[in-house]
Nanobody, 126 residues
Framework: QVQLVESGGGLVQAGGSLRLSCAAS????????MGWFRQAPGKEREFAAA????????YYADSVKGRFAISRDNIKNTVYLQMNSLKPEDTAVYYC???????????????????WGQGTQVTVSS
């Protein structure tokens, strides 16, 4: 049984930083792309960042580019999202997701991911 557990969310002032972690169990993430998505109240889930299976490629939504950084530690079976210069509009529940295929390069589409975590709340105050 594959489980993804996010942690590291919380309340932070605008301009601050948070580092989210997503620990996987039940499957090694080494061969799969990983993604971070977010969902604000009343809005659809949207893509934030993705990383290829070997960490060589990363992708970001325009809204977070230059402020967020996705990384992975395949030995720890964990993916991270470093979030800097946070803005109130970054407030959302953040979800990590495990890609569907071997040697995935990463995608912004939710359909390209098989498993999802339960989410962690990030709140940025102005």
């Amino acid at each position: 049984q594959v489980q993804l557990v996010e942690s590291g969310g919380g309340l932070v002032q605008a301009g601050g930083s948070l580092r989210l972690s997503c620990a996987a169990s039940g499957r090694t993430i080494s061969w799969y792309a990983m993604g971070w998505f977010r969902q604000a109240p009343g809005k659809e889930r949207e893509f934030a960042a993705a990383v290829s299976w070997n960490g060589g490629l990363t992708y970001y939504a325009d809204s977070v580019k230059g402020r967020f950084a996705i990384s992975r530690d395949n030995i720890k079976n964990t993916v991270y999202l470093q979030m800097n210069s946070l803005k109130p509009e970054d407030t959302a529940v953040y979800y990590c997701a495990l890609g569907r295929v071997y040697y995935g390069l990463g995608s912004s589409r939710t359909g390209e991911y098989d498993y999802w975590g339960q989410g962690t709340q990030v709140t940025v105050s102005s």
